[in-house]
């Protein structure tokens, strides 16, 4: 029995124990007791698990198909919530498969939904929406004919854990069908029942960095000529190292270019110049930028429209280049309105690279970029270097192509696999990280001049896509003899 101000000894926290262990050391002693026997402790982890992790692959794609009216046979775009009321109707082709060139709000639409944070592919929900190989046809067309074309862009989404990506198909028909008296005076006496449209029709795999369903080669030699406008904040804050550090990112820039690639300098504070329009004399560019002096206020806005002025509107703007905006800026903005300004230039087709410097409002200039990993960061002055080299090797490199042929030739190498380069800025094969999207673009073309010979050939085709874990996988797939597209 204890008084109401003594505690039972076995009560003790381990504490207490501690702090009053001499003295109960000493009254044991002295009694002969064994009170240290009610001392104990113990300690544990508890609840310990090891789970697997997931490798998730799931797939999406928009169809386009530049033909003649009503020749779509099969209708299957994609059903996102926002879309359905668009394909409840057979004969509409929505927005995910068009029967026209895709225009340039339409391209940035589809590229904001794959790229953009309004959708998660990854969840148990988004699968209601997507074509996850489910055996469905992108699309199956009839009485195509010469000069006529298709392009499909695939969305490819690794979820969870990094993955090596390879690429598959194979022809799974190439029919002659039957011969119509033009076709076999074409082919003389050659009559195998094998058709010619696989060998005729002409196929271009990339890439599709931005998911724009176009392939952008841009650079020298390539077949777009570029076109960028450096687009730079010269307001108040950037005085003294901010602008001297800006001249020199930017003019080592525009060394990487070459003619028929062309550039133009544009400033902003408070209102916006263009202080050289779009050329290729290089050095007066440079000039331009190298005159720069800081002060004023910053709207971003009224830089991007001067910027979107002169790509589209400039005496020596060329319809079909390839347009570029690189736009700096250090401080904070409208943002209404500098959003405005950029959706009208991402809606013309051109696309946006932005750089918060310093202090900058970086989540409104990456709101602006067309493309989360069009957006950069340089957190001092001295970064500048390396952003602008990064984004000069972005867009002078262009997107690359993958595989490219007639459609016999490009299935030959599909049926064998094809290991997809998971970042394409380094060195050797690199597997995709987890949670990411990469869209890859499949472009078909039948040739004006091929002829009779193809007449009522038909040609079939499967093509997918394959995962697996990159952890402790130094041979993927286990095919080290596959092609890598890198």
Known sequence: ???????????????????????VGIASAGTGLGTSAFFSDEEEFADNTLQAGTLDLKLDYKATYLGGPGRLDAVRGMGYPEAEELLE???????????????????????????GEQFDFCSPEADQYLA????????????????????VTVSIHICDNPG??????????????????????????????????????????????????????????????????LVSDVSGSMGSTPLSALKTAATSFVDNLSSPDEAAAISFSSSAQTDQELTTDYQAV????????????TSIAAGIDEGENELLNGTNATVGA?????????????????????????SAG?????????????????????????AFVAPDPADLDTVYANIAQIVLGGEQKIAEGTMAEVFAQLSEGIVLDGDRQEEGLQPYPGATTQCIGFEWTLPFDVGNEVQSDSVGFDFGFEVEQSRHNDTPF?????????
């Open 1 to 23: 029995m204890t008084n109401d101000n003594e505690l039972p000894l076995y009560n003790l926290s381990r504490r207490r124990v501690l702090a009053g262990l001499g003295a």
């Open 89 to 115: 109707d057979e004969e509409s082709t929505g927005r995910y498969l068009l029967a026209q060139a895709p225009s340039p709000a339409d391209m940035q639409e589809w590229e904001d939904l794959v790229q």
């Open 132 to 151: 996850n190989g489910d055996g469905i046809p992108m699309f199956t067309l009839s009485d195509v004919k010469p000069g006529d074309s298709g392009e």
């Open 164 to 229: 090596y990506l390879r690429m598959v198909g194979e022809l799974t028909g190439n029919d002659e069908n039957e011969q119509t008296e033009p076709e076999v005076d074409a082919e003389g006496e050659d009559i195998d029942g094998i058709g010619e449209l696989a060998d005729a029709i002409e196929v271009c795999v990339w890439y599709d960095e931005d998911c724009d369903n176009v392939y952008e080669p841009t650079g020298t030699g390539q077949q777009q000529e570029l076109e960028v406008a």
């Open 286 to 297: 440079k000039d331009a930028i190298n005159a720069y002096s800081s002060g004023g206020g």
């Open 322 to 346: 390839s347009k570029v905006m690189i736009l700096l800026s250090d401080g904070n903005s409208d943002a209404s309105a500098a959003t405005a300004a950029a959706n009208s230039a991402k």
């Open 350 to 374: 051109i696309r946006i690279f932005t750089i918060a410097l310093g202090s900058a409002n970086t989540s409104l200039l990456s709101s602006l970029a067309s493309s989360p990993d069009d």
């Open 478 to 486: 286990a095919t080290p003899e596959a092609d890598t597209a890198d």
